[in-house]
């Protein structure tokens, strides 16, 4: 009897483990392990260091309580260039393409966010706008699944849209609450 219940309960738990498969786990927990370590490092009070051999030390570190974290001042909209939504998530999900985007809209709508608002996404290249130098640590990138030869299609554009205005409401500078 007891060896039915534990074979019942083996099945139980693979039948359980299968359905609930997500293709990108594993890539999830990459990016845990990494934004830890991003918020370890920007937590860290700054080792004491010399900046030249003629420029003395202070004594200590001097936090001061007046920043924020940077908010991004465009957006950046691409199509993929890639045939497909899941295409694209795996290009964006391999270390060696180093590419990636904040937002990744599926022809069908659905709407994939990859990175934090906050995070410096690679989807710019090297490019500059004005002044700035540097897009990708200026910008937020939202790409189209799109292989650059098809019209958009109306619900991906209306995903855009809410994604937009959801940027816009989320990404204004506010004042720190004192």
Request: charged letters at 15%; glycine letters at 8%; one cysteine or more.
């Amino acid at each position: 009897m007891k060896k039915g219940i534990y074979f019942l309960t083996a099945l139980l738990a693979i039948i359980g483990f299968a359905c609930n498969s997500h293709p990108y786990r594993s890539t999830n927990k990459v990016y845990k392990k990494q934004v830890k370590n991003y918020l370890g490092k920007i937590g860290a009070i700054p080792p004491a260091s010399l900046l030249s051999d003629t420029i003395p030390p202070s004594p200590y570190w001097v936090g001061t309580t007046n920043f924020g974290i940077r908010k991004p001042s465009y957006v950046i909209i691409h199509h993929t260039a890639q045939h497909s939504t899941e295409q694209t998530l795996k290009t964006f999900t391999l270390p060696r393409t180093a590419v990636s985007a904040h937002y990744v809209i599926g022809s069908d709508g659905k709407v994939y966010q990859m990175l934090n608002d906050y995070f410096r996404g690679q989807h710019a290249g090297v490019s500059r706008w004005g002044n700035q130098l540097d897009m990708n640590s200026a910008s937020i990138g939202i790409e189209l699944d799109n292989n650059g030869f098809e019209y958009f299609e109306e619900a991906q554009i209306n995903s855009l849209l809410v994604v937009l205005g959801k940027l816009k409401k989320t990404t204004q500078y506010q004042p720190p609450i004192l």
